[in-house]
T-cell receptor, first 115, second 117 residues
Framework: EAGVAQSPRYKIIEKRQSVAFWCNPISGHATLYWYQQILGQGPKLLIQFQNNGVVDDSQLPKDRFSAERLKGVDSTLKIQPAKLEDSAVYLC?????????????FGPGTRLTVL | AQKITQTQPGMFVQEKEAVTLDCTYDTSDQSYGLFWYKQPSSGEMIFLIYQGSYDEQNATEGRYSLNFQKARKSANLVISASQLGDSAMYFCAMREVMNSGYSTLTFGKGTMLLVSP
């Protein structure tokens, strides 16, 4: 079974530029998560999708971050414009369901550096 | 207030010895779950072990066991017979069911474990 795929693995941009990350979850997984992990901290949930609907985006900085999951499969996370403090690893995860015990399966992450 | 507290920024252990990584949590829910994930330098989060709040037995998965003390709200990870490949960051996380009916994970800040030969 293929795992969660993310691209790119690394990205370096200058502040005020735009960037987009892509995630393809494990086939059949209804729930998709985007996390931000700043160096030295644990992952922080940015947004959670159930199929193609958003169920939690309370910690997403909506003035600059946006995410979509068209057709309930793969997802993109966009930052526009980027700030220095957005430098972090962006992790995508998926699980079969979100309403009961299910471990989340994580992708390798995208390491973003904003200069 | 932090929901997940990992008080050990770093831990050192010699190969083949056991090590305990601490985790305390804060919730008023009756139903919740506790996870431990390993994050090697490659960056991927690897699921290790899960403990449900109603599970009476401590969870075990191979060399990993979870010392669950519900009254103290602690869920410490015990790694027996440490191996060099165990060197990584370890994160404790808590699953809570939100009002929407969906669950979410909250992570601690992590503990860096270094295993020496």
């Amino acid at each position: 079974e293929a795992g969660v795929a993310q691209s790119p693995r690394y990205k370096i941009i200058e502040k005020r530029q735009s960037v987009a990350f892509w995630c393809n979850p494990i086939s059949g997984h209804a729930t998709l998560y985007w996390y931000q992990q700043i160096l030295g901290q644990g992952p922080k949930l940015l947004i959670q999708f159930q199929n193609n609907g958003v169920v939690d985006d309370s910690q997403l900085p909506k003035d600059r971050f946006s995410a979509e999951r068209l057709k309930g499969v793969d997802s993109t996370l966009k930052i526009q414009p980027a700030k220095l403090e957005d430098s972090a690893v962006y992790l995508c995860a998926s699980s079969p369901l979100a309403v009961s015990y299910n471990e989340q399966f994580f992708g390798p992450g995208t390491r973003l550096t904003v200069l | 207030a932090q929901k997940i507290t990992q008080t050990q920024p770093g831990m050192f252990v010699q190969e083949k010895e056991a090590v305990t990584l601490d985790c305390t949590y804060d919730t008023s829910d009756q139903s919740y779950g506790l996870f431990w994930y390993k994050q090697p330098s490659s960056g991927e989060m690897i699921f290790l072990i899960y403990q449900g709040s109603y599970d009476e037995q401590n969870a075990t998965e191979g060399r990993y066991s979870l010392n669950f003390q519900k009254a103290r709200k602690s869920a410490n990870l015990v790694i027996s017979a440490s191996q060099l490949g165990d060197s990584a960051m370890y994160f404790c996380a808590m699953r809570e069911v939100m009002n929407s009916g969906y669950s979410t994970l909250t992570f601690g800040k992590g503990t860096m474990l270094l295993v020496s030969p």
